[in-house]
């Protein structure tokens, strides 16, 4: 399955379609094809998703208008897009791509940044397991918590007005941006099995907290691990 992806790999990175060239997944990569008949190399660096700027450095290009779409992800708000350092506006959209409509030459660049803040976001109201929870997203991915990291508890910590914090770690789980802020812990569980509390023993004591990517979670031999956090405004 491996091999078979990676063969697959360039159509699923660029398409063709009549005059246009259709940018679909951000990875460094250089692609030779065709429009109109006539000869299209481009070349993308970047190193998304850790980072938010995309350059695509025209290396060939037709003689006539050549449609270049750019797929902005759907998590994405408030893009930027430029085209030899101009300015090109994003908010008319095709199917979801912005479309760059002009005649091409070599050694035009386009550079597209794509904010990631870290965010928390909830789940639909419906998912009951998850009301009064977050999740802790940067760009296009999800992150969790692993006890490896946090200590014993992971999974009693609650978010409480988090500042957010990211550290690349290029030597870390294959290579990842961690982030890093403060959770909340309660109380130690009561011995007596109280079904009850008074507010005053709710969450209180700060501890830091890493965060690592989901995908990259349980390398570390077993651990705790979450992903929805309760969160107190």
């Given at each position: 399955m491996f091999a078979k992806l990676m063969g697959a790999m360039p159509g699923y990175i660029y398409a063709t379609d009549g005059d246009s060239v259709y940018v679909n997944l951000f990875v460094s990569s250089r692609a030779k094809t065709t429009v109109n008949n006539q000869q299209v190399v481009l070349r993308q660096t970047t190193s998304?998703?850790?980072n938010e700027d995309v350059k695509i450095a025209i290396e060939a290009a037709p003689s006539t208008s050549m449609k270049l779409m750019l797929r902005v992800p759907g998590w994405c708000r408030g893009e930027r897009l430029t085209v030899n350092g101009e300015r090109v506006a994003t908010y008319q959209?095709?199917?979801?791509?912005?479309?760059?409509?002009?005649?091409w030459k070599k050694d035009d660049v386009v550079e597209?940044?794509?904010?990631?803040?870290?965010?928390?976001?909830?789940?639909?109201p419906a998912v009951q397991a998850d009301a009064g929870r977050v999740a802790i997203v940067r760009g296009p991915i999800v992150y969790c918590l692993e006890s490896a990291d946090n200590g014993d508890g992971t999974k009693g910590l609650a978010l409480k007005n988090p500042v957010f914090t990211t550290e690349s770690r290029p030597d870390f789980l294959g290579g990842v941006v961690v982030i890093k802020a403060t959770a909340v812990v309660g109380p130690p569980k009561s011995s007596n099995r109280d079904l009850y509390r008074p507010t005053e023993l709710a969450f209180t004591?700060?501890?830091p907290i890493t965060a690592i990517p989901y995908y990259a979670n349980t390398n570390r031999g077993p651990v705790e691990m979450a992903v929805w956090l309760p969160i107190e405004a």
């Open positions: 998304y998703p850790w959209r095709v199917r979801g791509y912005v479309q760059v409509d002009r005649v597209m940044t794509l904010p990631m803040p870290v965010e928390r976001m909830r789940a639909n004591t700060p501890v």
